[in-house]
């Protein structure tokens, strides 16, 4: 009994205290210890406090309103989940500087857990001159983050940093797969209000990922030049210049380098759109190789064969659909989607009579995004240049 009377007074004396630190717990306070005797003196200025021994305790109260604002700002600021915003903030203290610290370390870690999920939407960038074009395809997991400035900043400034480096020069007519190995530790140049400075393409890829909260990488990417003439693109569905879900690009050659560049940009606009339109395999017969002719051969022979018509019949039929496919997936064969009474032969035909000088199609390429997926980020489709 006596061990309970002599315990009653400091744990009351305890309570007490308690109680009182809810009611000034907006101020800074002390605890100071003497022997067996406790008291609690609040103080406004730490730096007076003259006692050997003290633990400190400090809370931050901020309105609704205060914390909504803090809120919006980091979200901001970050383009992180609110979720984990507002975790941040309330971790640390409502200090934003630190919060955003945080949110950093904590995206990166999140970022390399979740480059191993599939990222087939996205966008094509093409950053070109007159001379040269580059495209790439950067993706994302959803059409959401594609539409947010910060990804589309990151993929506009990834192919005009490519365009702009050494490495990508001009080559002759080439067409030239670029491969993610050429790339991670390329410079890059950002000016973005959440992303600034020069960095590496690998960083910023890393860092995008951490503020979109999904895996983004780079997907695949072209150079396409011309020594002599004018390189065209088109973009399909582009949320803005330079960007889109779909490309055509093509090289025009013209044998005089004097001819009339609005002509030539002109048709080869056109031109490239209808690349997009058509979604040729080869750019003439003579590139159509024997091995996917005999085979188109074979199935249209059997499909003629089961009408029961004569052999002569059955020939006449597989030749006359065999140019029908030729018309189908070559490009010079092809229907201008434009003006269906003319095919693309024709379109360079006349146009090397308007110039002066003969015109003809170097190389060509056509893009979609999400057509490689699941594939290492170095691999290259290769239906997508023609031969």
């Known amino acids: 009994m006596a061990c309970f009377r002599t315990a009653r007074r400091p744990i009351g004396f305890l309570l007490k205290g308690l109680n009182n630190y809810k009611q000034c717990r907006h101020d800074y306070s002390t605890w100071v210890f003497r022997g067996d005797q406790a008291s609690k003196i609040k103080i406004h200025n730490l730096f007076s406090a003259g006692y050997s021994m003290f633990a400190r ?3 931050v109260k901020l309105s609704a309103s205060d914390q909504m604002n803090l809120v919006q700002q980091l ?6 989940p609110i979720i984990d ?28 857990k979740k480059s191993s999920r599939t990222a087939a939407e996205g966008l094509l960038a093409v ?6 074009a580059v495209v790439i395809e950067l993706n994302c997991e959803t059409d959401f983050v594609a539409k947010l400035q910060i990804f589309q900043h990151l993929a506009l400034s990834l192919a005009r940093s490519v365009l702009s480096a050494e490495s990508f020069s001009q080559h002759a007519s080439a067409a030239t797969p670029l491969g993610s190995e050429d790339l991670e530790s390329m410079k890059i140049a950002l000016d973005h209000t959440k992303l600034n400075g020069e960095t590496t393409v690998q960083n910023a890829i890393t860092e995008v990922a951490a503020m979109v909260g999904e895996n983004v990488k780079f997907g695949r990417g072209f150079a396409l030049s011309t020594s002599q003439g004018i390189v065209s693109s088109y973009l399909h569905t582009s949320p803005q210049p330079g960007l889109g879900r779909m490309a055509g690009i093509l090289t025009l050659e013209v044998e005089d380098g004097n001819a009339p560049v609005d002509a030539l940009q ?3 606009s056109s031109i490239a759109m ?8 080869f750019l003439s017969k003579e590139l159509v190789s024997s091995e996917a002719i005999e085979s188109e051969r074979d199935i249209l022979r059997t499909q003629a064969e089961s009408t029961g018509k004569p052999p002569m ?9 065999l140019r029908k496919y030729f018309e189908e997936v070559v490009l010079l064969e092809q229907k201008f989607v434009m003006n269906d009474s003319t095919n693309i032969k024709t379109v360079l035909n006349d146009l090397s009579k308007e110039v002066g000088s003969s015109v003809k199609i170097g190389k060509f390429l056509r893009m979609e995004v999400g057509e490689v997926t699941q594939r290492a980020e170095a691999t290259i489709e290769p239906e997508a240049v023609a031969r």
Not at 91 to 107: H, S, T
Not at 127 to 132: C, G, I, L, S, T
Not at 274 to 281: F, I, K
Not at 313 to 321: L, S
């Open 313 to 321: 019949a059955i020939e006449k039929m597989v030749e006359g659909r």
């Open 75 to 80: 979200r901001k600021r970050t383009s992180a």
């Open 85 to 112: 915003v507002k975790a941040s903030l309330v971790n640390c203290n409502w200090d934003i500087e630190a919060a955003q610290k945080e949110l950093r370390k904590r995206g990166l870690i999140i970022a390399s």
């Open 57 to 59: 305790r400090f809370s």
């Open 274 to 281: 209808h690349v997009v339109a058509s979604r040729p395999l």
């Open 127 to 132: 950053a070109q001159d007159e001379k040269r």
């Open 266 to 268: 002109r048709v080869g």
